[in-house]
């Protein structure tokens, strides 16, 4: 029988364990698979950590938590290549995180990852390790490592692969190495500019650009600049700049010329092949900001050096920095300005740009940017030195800049206060007629407002401006209004000098007619001529109804005891003694002298008595002399040194104007408040005069009595009760500047002055005659009477008789 035999399946071996696909979907459980020991499974845990990681910051903040990086890196060195591949693609990435390059630091990577670099590696191998080697390159630590390591020779190398990625990847980590000399040094022996030069033909913006910036970084050397010469790298940059397409290139091209042109022989080798012209061609039409302002850096670094200056000079490079100066960019102006600075070493230079471009310079100083206008300050001071035609130019741009600048009263209150009024007065001694002239005018503009004004004319302005207008070759209409508006500031000196005020010009308190000057003759202030001996001359009539503020007064507790024992009476009686010592002493200087005098001997009599104290009362009352007189020497000792002269108050003025104020500033027309004024003023001044008996109306010698009863040459205008032509005309003037009185004032010959007003007349119908018309205002002869101008009472009025004229003449002589 046979048997049917039965083949045996032989069981699998039991240390064998059966495929296992796991799904995971939580990170901390794939780092933890980066420890097994096999390769499949090492290489998809690195794949999915890579796609975690490349999602953004906080994933690769989330594996440095989990401690992924360390395993990672040692996967770096895995013997297999797909393991070691897709490790470094993952460290690649995360090393762009701050936390974890600090991790890597202390792991000391760069070894590694340069090892990676090596030829036989995959080509994505070499794009994530420079890729990481990119990132740590931006620390100085790791820029030591990556050196001292050999990193640079395999970056140079890959420079030439076929792969972009690891070109931009290798050309930023250089850009990063070289920062650090010792490394623009290395990568010169390394021979790194024909690899450079040729990424400067890439189609990748990024690639390019960072080859600029590589190129612009290592040109700093002189040696690399040579090597960058010998291999045509000139040619490249200018292929760059001509084209339209790279103008997101231009201004790193540009950096790596500017560096360039520091060699004479670059410079010379631009000239004769016509590089330079186009580049100053470049430079004028560009659109872009940076790169006209890194041109200018680049002529004002170059021209430190005088063979390159001249070469300059002969390709007319100031007429591009003059073209810079009129751009809106205020980076540009400042290197357009610095480099005309540097320029003027030049004298042809500087010539050609004082023709040029001081006009845009002086502008300059008006900027809103302070750098601006010191960088304009500058080259303006650099365009003057030792060039005097250059100096008159500006200065008369300086003073037409401050003419235009100083239209606002905040404007001349910063010239004020920063001193620029002294340069500018000093302007009017200038011999160029056109420096002369704007700062005139300049002067004119500043002397709108009284401040500014007053300071010019202690600064001399008005005897200046008064000299020029005696001259014929020297003074021009500015001068002229010029002189008139500082005049408008100081009435006593331009009604002195020019015998008129107009209706804008408001007399106020302090006023002062000293009668008809000479032009170029100084008028004393009213504190000089108040101190000057009585003599023959006319009298000055004083405007100042102001009167004194009463000074506060304390009385201590010392005080009232004082008053209270009696002491006062005495020191008072003392005081008077002191007084008489001092006749020659004006009375307003006592006046405003009294009140010091009296608070200090006060405060001395209460010291006196405490020192007493203990005494007998029969002392206290009756002291004897030498208890009085030891206090005189203190009293002489607190007397304040200077006391402020001030003009003696008019009380008698003061009631005219409040009189007037109530009862003709209420009427209804302007011509019944100047025929009604007129009246006033007339019956204030002695009346209305027969016009055959004007001789008989003797004013000087009432004049004369009050002087002599002041003492004094200076005579209050209200103190005047018969006063003739210009006495009348004066307080006219004055009463009608309160009340709000339209009206002139005219200086005429032999004493005589008049009133000037504008009124509108009517036809015989009744119709108004428009413009308003001027007449002249009787004071004398019939007070009120308004007479046409130019009609011949007007005439009349304003001229004196010839016989008449004769007796003045005898009088005045």
């Given amino acids: 029988m046979g048997k049917k035999l039965k083949k045996e399946v032989e069981p699998p071996p039991k240390d064998v364990f059966d495929p296992l696909c796991v799904e995971s979907k939580k990170a901390a459980t794939v780092v933890l698979m980066l420890n097994s020991p096999e390769e499949e499974v090492l290489s998809k845990a690195c794949e999915a950590l890579y796609k975690f990681a490349a999602k953004g910051e906080e994933n690769k903040m989330t594996l440095l938590k989990l401690g992924a990086v360390e395993p990672l890196f040692k996967l770096v060195t895995h013997e297999d290549p797909i393991v070691r591949r897709n490790a470094t693609m993952v460290m690649g990435i995360m090393a762009s995180h701050n936390d974890v390059k600090k991790l890597l630091r202390q792991l000391d990577v760069t070894s590694a990852f340069i090892a990676r670099l090596a030829p036989e590696e995959d080509v994505v191998i070499h794009e994530f390790a420079s890729l990481c080697l990119a990132h740590m390159a931006v620390e100085y630590n790791s820029k030591v490592q990556i050196f001292e390591q050999g990193g640079l020779e395999p970056l140079i190398r890959l420079l030439g692969s076929p792969d972009p990625d690891v070109k931009k990847n290798c050309v930023e980590c250089i850009y990063s190495m070289v920062q650090d000399f010792q490394s623009r ?50 040619d490249h940059l200018l292929r760059i700049l001509e084209t339209k397409e790279f103008n997101d290139l231009h201004v790193e091209a540009l950096g790596v010329v500017a560096n360039c042109l520091e060699d004479v022989e670059t410079v010379q080798l631009f000239q004769e092949t016509g590089s330079l012209r186009k580049l100053l061609m470049f430079t004028e039409v560009s659109t872009l900001p940076d790169f006209q302002r890194n041109a200018a850096r680049a002529i004002a670094k170059a021209a430190n050096y005088s063979e390159i200056r001249k070469i300059f000079n002969e390709q007319e490079v100031e007429k591009c920095l003059v073209t810079l100066l009129r751009t809106n960019s205020d980076g540009t102006k400042i290197a357009a300005s610095q480099a005309i600075s540097a320029m003027c070493e030049n004298l042809a230079s500087k010539q050609t740009i004082g023709t040029l471009g001081i006009p845009q310079l002086v502008q300059l100083l008006s900027s809103n940017n302070e750098e601006v206008k010191e960088a304009a300050a500058t080259a303006l001071a650099n365009l003057t030195t030792a060039h005097l035609g250059n100096a008159s130019i500006v200065q008369s741009r300086a003073a037409l800049v401050v003419a235009a600048v100083s239209c606002d009263a905040e404007a001349r209150a910063k010239l004020r206060n920063s001193g620029g009024l002294d340069p500018l007065v000093k302007l009017l001694h200038s011999k160029d007629k056109e420096v002369r002239r704007n700062a005139c005018w300049a002067v004119m503009v500043c002397a709108r407002d009284e401040l500014t004004a007053a300071e010019m004319t202690k600064l001399g302005a008005l005897d200046i401006l008064e000299e020029i207008n005696l001259s014929i070759g020297r003074k021009n209409n500015f001068s002229e209004a010029a002189l008139d508006q500082i005049l408008d500031h100081n009435l006593s000196q331009k009604y002195s000098q020019m015998g008129y005020l107009s209706c804008n010009n408001i007399i106020s308190d302090g006023f002062y007619d000293y009668g008809q000057i000479k032009p170029g003759v100084k008028l004393l202030s009213l504190e000089e001529l108040s101190g000057q001996e009585l003599n023959d001359r006319r009298a000055i009539i004083l405007i100042n109804a102001k009167l004194p503020e009463p000074e506060p007064t304390t009385v201590t507790p010392a005080d009232e005891r004082a008053m209270q024992d009696g002491i006062t009476g005495r020191i008072a ?16 200087e006592e006046k405003s002298e009294s009140p010091a005098r009296s608070s200090s001997i006060s405060k001395g009599s209460s010291r006196e008595k405490g020192s007493r104290k203990g005494k007998g009362k029969k002392d206290e009352e009756k002291p004897k002399e030498e208890d009085i007189e030891p206090a005189m020497p203190k009293i002489a000792e607190e007397v304040p040194e200077k006391v402020v002269w001030l003009p003696p108050p008019d009380t008698t003025l003061q009631d005219y104007i409040n009189e007037v104020s109530k009862t003709i500033l209420p009427l209804a027309t302007t011509k019944e408040q100047v025929v009604q004024l007129a009246q006033f003023v007339a019956d204030k001044m002695g009346g209305p005069i027969e016009r055959d008996k004007l001789h008989e109306f003797s004013w000087e010698l009432h004049i004369s009595e009050i002087e002599y009863e002041l003492k004094c040459n200076v005579v209050p205008i209200g103190k005047i009760n018969r006063g003739t032509f210009y006495h ?38 009744g119709i108004l005659l428009l413009p308003p018309r001027v007449f002249i205002v009787d004071l004398m002869y019939e007070p009120g009477h308004l007479m046409k101008d130019g009609s011949p009472e007007a005439d009349r009025y304003r001229r004196i008789s010839g016989s008449f004229r004769h007796n003045q003449k005898e009088l005045l002589n």
């Fill in 185 to 234: 040094a290395a990568v010169r022996e390394l021979n790194v500019i024909p690899p450079l030069l040729d990424l400067l033909k890439s189609d990748y913006p990024i690639i390019q650009l960072l080859a600029l910036k590589t190129l612009g970084i290592i040109t700093i050397d002189k040696e690399t600049r040579v090597m960058l010469r010998e291999n045509q790298g000139l």
């Fill in 573 to 588: 009686s003392s005081g008077a003694l002191k007084k008489t010592s001092k006749e020659k002493a004006s009375p307003v």
């Fill in 728 to 765: 009348r005309a004066l307080l006219f003037k004055v009463l009608a500047d309160r009340i709000g009185v339209s009206c002139s004032l005219v200086r005429g010959e032999y004493n005589r002055a008049w009133n000037e007003v504008k009124l509108i007349d009517h036809s015989p119908m």
